[in-house]
Structures are given as structure tokens and as C-alpha cells.
């Protein structure tokens, strides 16, 4: 071999090392991220979800990717979304919303789920115990539907004069049976007598309102569901309107100037839902993996609106509360 084409040899080998090098190295992993509402109105629970990724060792662009589907509360957009993230391979998929579970594991029996969801996983049907999941999901839960007998007794408690509380469900919502059965049993346990409103869709909040004048509803629970999230902005400014005093679980509906929120912290379950996700990139199966349930509650007040309502909250709430916003 001459010495031109000996050079030209070993420099070849030098240029083509490193591309060899990077071509053996594994592919990144990516958790695909599928949510029913959007990425505006669920920015602040992505933040927790990384949170929990981060303290596993995973960081967003270094070591994982994370493909992101919104539904934008169109829970028909789910089961394709679901599916697209098949198709992808993704490595794990986190099913961050309560309607987005049964989607997921529909679409898929092999690759990992982790949910986050407001109901009880066992009734609908995500896994066979909270113990034991078994199968490809697992996940953590908020203190959601259950919250509805206090959200009741908050309300008659600020509003003591109320002979009848009307309660906001979703009839094509995920959650309405137990949502239905809980407040139901709520409204015994508190003894005040609840009349239910249906509304799936924008249209039906001003013949909702209607009722509630006609009946002369002392004050509004709005049942826990997705839609009603990305509709916090409107159910606040429409209770101001109609002057209805109204409580809902997530801090947007008070901070847009509705009466009162009071939930369990759902960004608490989005960072378990980080770290059970962490935890499967890392080799740990979901079957093995306890479904988690976060046991904090957060209380939101709006103290200007409770004055355009003419209520005063007493001091002993107003401790308890985890902001008061003015």
C-alpha cells in the first residue's frame, strides 16, 4: 500500500469511529403523555410529572423524550390519540387525566401505563386491585370523587340559609356514576336535599343557570370532570353573573372568580405519576408497582367574590384554607 492511500485509510477509520460509536449507543426512551385537557389549562401539573421523573434520574432532552397528546376535553379525540402513541413505540405511556385510563389500556396490553385519575381505579376497571394491579398499569389517585360531602358541608356552612343545592355533572363524563352515588350520599349524610343539572357541552350552561333560578338553588356544586376543567373560566364568571355561590375542586375556577375550590392535590399525584414512571424506565414492571393515593386536600377561596355574593367567611375557614385570594 502506498503511503497516499495509507493516510487516506486511517483518516477514514478516525471519521467514521465516532459515527459507529453514536450509532451502537441506545435509543433515548420515550414517554408518551397523553392528557383530556390541555396543554394550557395542565401546564402546571407537567411541571410535577417532571418533578417526579427527575428525582429517578430521568430529565426531559438529556435522557428522555416526552411526546405530548391533548384531547383539549374532546374525550371522542382519545382512543386515537391513544393509539398514535402505539404505533410510536413509546416506551411508557403516562394517562394523565381521569378519562384518558381506559383509552390507554384499551390501545395497548403491552407497554407500561401509569394513570393519574380522580376515581377509584378498581371500579373503572384500570386494574384488578390497588394492591396488586396486575397487567400493564398502575398509577396514582387523587382524593377527588370522594370530596364530595365536604365540598356540601363548605357550602351550607357559608351559605346556611340554602334549602337546596344544585350539583353540575357530566352526563358523558367517565366519572358520572360515582360522582352521581357520592354527592347522593353526601347530600343524606349532610341532610340537604340536591337537585343534579346535566352539562356535556358550552351550550347547556345557560339552561343550567335557568334551572337554578327557577329553583331557587341556594348554591352550586360542580362535579368532578375533565370538560368542567377546561371550562373553570366560564362556570366561574357565569356563577358570578347569576350570583351563585359555587364551589369546584381545582384553584382556576377561584382564581377566575368563582367562590371556592376545594380538591385533593392532584399535582402531588402527578409527581408519583413521575416517579412510578421513572421507576418502569429503570426495568420495574407495573404489576409490581401499588397503585398510590395522595391524601393531601388544598382549599382556594376567593374572598372578592365572596363579597359581591354578600358572604362572609369565617375565620375558621379561612385557616384552613391554602390561599385566599383577593
Known sequence: MDRRAFIGTIAGGLL??????????PA???????????????????RPFRQGLSETGYVEGRNVAIEFRWANGQYE??????ADLVRRQVTVIAATSTPTGLPAKAATTTIPIVFVTGSDPVEQGLVASMNRPGGNLT???????EMGQKRLELLRELV????????????????LKAVSRDLQAAARTVGLPIHVLHASTERDFDTVFAALAQLRAG???????????????????LTVRHTVPAIYQYREFAAAGGLMS????????????????????????????PV?????????????????????????????AEEVIE
Open 160 to 175: 346556611p340559609a340554602a334549602t337546596l343545592i344544585g350539583v353540575l355533572v357530566n352526563p358523558t363524563g367517565p366519572n
Open 28 to 46: 433515548m426512551p420515550v414517554i408518551g403523555f397523553l392528557n383530556g385537557a390541555s396543554a394550557e389549562l395542565s401546564a402546571h401539573y407537567v
Open 292 to 320: 398510590q393515593q395522595s391524601t393531601k386536600a388544598e382549599l382556594f377561596i376567593n374572598r372578592k367574590t365572596a363579597k359581591k355574593l354578600g358572604i362572609t367567611i369565617p375565620q375558621s375557614i379561612l385557616l384552613r
Open 139 to 145: 398509577g396514582a389517585t387523587t382524593l377527588a370523587v
Open 77 to 82: 379525540r382519545l382512543p386515537a390519540l391513544a
Open 262 to 289: 376545594y380538591r385533593g392535590s392532584i399535582t402531588d399525584a402527578y409527581r408519583m405519576a413521575g416517579v412510578y414512571t421513572g421507576r418502569i424506565l429503570k426495568g420495574e414492571k407495573p404489576s409490581d408497582l
Open 16 to 25: 467514521t469511529a465516532p459515527l459507529a460509536a453514536r450509532a451502537q449507543q
Open 219 to 237: 348554591a352550586l356544586v360542580i362535579g368532578t370532570d375533565t370538560f368542567f376543567n377546561s371550562q373553570s373560566r366560564t362556570l366561574a364568571e
